[in-house]
């Protein structure tokens, strides 16, 4: 998505697994960020002419052979514009070894939490590498994740912190407009990382004009212009916050020429069709159209124990029913997904060097051919922004702040083969998850929560009788935007409480264990 309207901040991405949260920090504070693959042509660069530049961290090492490096001639065209440049991490290493600095392996590495003591705090581009205004000597707690570090500075540049182990944490040069910080302002560990992107982007002279109510008149403009005065367009609607705003977005553009269609693919949650339903019959300017395929996806996962196949045989399922559902309504021409940018950054490195994480069903998992063209209003957009926008578009609260739910629905958390039994027994579990966390008050406090049928069975005892039951599994985490995520420490008698009534309700389950992984290095999802 290139909006052009906007002054636009370029992200040259080297491979960061946080590259993505650089652009949402700086979109939070009113910029619109756009990122790019660290080898973009500078000529394209050159033409969303950029107001500012960082470069991302990566997790390569800039010496290495075939790690990537900055083509030197976007540094010397950023320095002649006199356009602001911020390395952070691999970034600062990418710009200090295209001024002729050196970066060697470190003696001591930092991962993790590290404090910054300010060298030199004058001047505005001392101000953001120490994070504000502040006196030598200073203090400010930040988060570190590198194992080189830079061996001399390229002409014109000053130390303006260290750290206990790295003796350029922060380095600026005032007459090159240039700057580099050893660690990451855009983690919420760096405590002032926000503050220091602000003062960034207050240099690069940005007018602040991104918001969600401009988005919404570029977008429809954009899909009117992308569908055309007499372009026929359905929706897959599951109910979930991604494709309930990407509706509400194409009706705001088109209105009645979309039709918006609910699959009971068989893999929902308990009464989840029931709830659709109600909820969108009344909120649409056509009548839902309903699609019971539930028998259709379960024969086509028969015997599928591989996630990778689940995801990309439920996408071809599903845009196979949705052609069969728009033939019925007399034909269309495009397909509205809900897809988000960190489905995206998870299915296709597309935007640098950075590790394919796994398939999206609905953007690695579609087919090659399609016989509807797709449109993907919020590609480009993060969870949170997609929530403010829900809420700009009028959407209620209860719908925009539904946890969310994978386009494969319970297929990815029934591990191993996917039946309608087993489907039915994980379903009564997770119903029991949320009503027990709901009840305890901490949905809103949660980005997930749900359950995790695993093809696992252990010994048990019930009334004094042997069971061989199967295990269940509690996954919930705390995220702003699902790049990363802490497992919730959630309290003991909430857990009890689910523990104790799956067990006592739930006919299969004989046994219940909570998940205590992080992402990373573990994924939200288990498939």
Known sequence: MSVSTHETLIVLDFGSQVTQLIAR????????????????????LIAKRPKGVVLSGGPSSIYDEGAPQLDPAVLRWCEGQGLPVLGICYGMFAMVSGL???????VEREYGHAMIIVDEPAGPMGEIAAQGPTERGHEEPVWMSHGDEVESLPEGFVTVAHSRSCAHAAIASEARR??????????SHTRRGTQLLGRFLDLCGFRRDWSMGAFVEEAVERIREQVGPQGRVICGLSGGVD?????ALVERAIGERLHCIFVDNGLLRKDERAQVEAMFNARLHNPLVVADSGELFLERLAEVTDPEVKRKRIGATFIDVFDAEAKSLGGADFLVQGTLYPDVIESVSARGPSATIKTHHNVGGLPEKMNMRVVEPLRELFKDEVRVLGLHLGLPEEMVWRHPFPGPGLAVRVLG??????????????AIILEEIRKAGLYRDLWQV???????????????????????AVRAVESVDAMTADWAHLPYEVLGNISNRVINEVRGINRVCYDISSKPPATIEWE
């Open 450 to 472: 749900f359950g995790v049928l695993l093809p696992v069975q252990s010994v048990g005892v019930m009334g004094d009788a042997r069971t061989y039951e199967n295990v269940l």
């Open 178 to 187: 240039m700057w580099g910080v050893q660690f990451h302002p855009e983690v």
């Open 100 to 106: 002729g600095g050196k970066v060697r392996p470190a």
């Open 25 to 44: 920090r700086v979109r939070e504070l009113g910029v619109y960020a756009e990122i790019l693959p660290f080898d973009h042509p500078l000529d394209e």
């Open 417 to 430: 083969e996917v039946t309608k039994a087993r489907c039915d027994v994980l379903r009564e579990a997770d």
């Open 243 to 247: 494709s309930s705003v990407a509706a």
